[in-house]
């Protein structure tokens, strides 16, 4: 991982180059970095009603992992076969247009990532309505600051909190994931919001992380159990429960969940690299308790991301929320960032700087 300049791909003599990240084969288990592979591409020819853009800054999500196995969830965007280009949130600049509304210079943020140029038709999202082409205004803050916070990541963790779990202040909050990219967000937005923030990860130093560069009011390495930390931080139970992970984290906050208690649905990563974990055993705790389990994709809440993203930039820029990245360079550095990623060996926004 390393800070670098953020510039297009080109060759020696200055001509355009294109590379995409392809699916070489479906991981069996864990991924693995041979499972995908970076692969020389055609440089895309512009058409009408396209914008050619040269995709400047990825963003790595454990929501690509769904994509990689031979089936995706019921429900989910179609698995991709070997030899797919994989897709994901990207900043880029465009280059040519033939689209009104965007010119050669402006910053926008789409869904054909994994690559180094992309031919953009704003009709068409790989990853659906949240994935629309948009412009972005460079006047708010750089690249990293648009594909992290102010991106679908931002808009994961304000939609999760304020829309599906009706955060209040006062709340008692706890936020499984709380040193990734969601996560991080969701701790600093619910702890700026007046609640009291425990957050869970899964190694020592992730936890010195949230105490320290977070602030949070009380953390723990969930390696070394969920039961007895979230006893003693919480002993009179939590309201809200920001749910990353699925399985025994899910058990555990439907024991320690208050009456009329909310959790946020965001994703199961305990599944990710294999079956998705089973229903709690525990599950009837939802009725007895009237508790609201929902789950949500933030595509859902596409239309609220100017709300999402003035409040956030608003949280930003008075110094009550940081943006931590795991910054890799280069578009052949992508498989490894995936693969760090998803094994929980990053903090913060994991994101690959094209050039």
Known sequence: ??????????????????????????????????????????????????VLIRNLLLSVDAATRLRLDPVSPPGYLPALKPGETLAGMVVGEVVESDVEGFAPGDLVHHDLGYRDYALVDPGNQALGVAGSLAKLDREIGPPELQVGLLGMTGLTAWAGLFEVASLKPDDVVWISAAAGAVGSVAAQVAKAHGCRVIGSAGSPEKVAYLMEALGLDAAFNWRDGLDAPLAEFAPDGIDVYFDSVGGEHLRAALDHLRPYGRVALCGAIAGYDGQPPSAPENLFAATTKDLNLRGFLAGTFADRLPEARAHLADLWSSGRLTLDLARYDGLEAAPQAVVDMLSGRTTGKCVVALG
């Open 1 to 50: 991982m390393t800070d670098t300049a953020l510039h297009g791909t080109t060759s020696d003599e200055g001509v355009r180059v294109n590379r995409e990240v392809r699916l070489m084969r479906h991981p069996d288990g864990a991924l693995e970095v041979g499972d995908l592979e970076v692969v020389p591409a055609e440089m895309p020819v512009m058409a009408p009603g396209h």
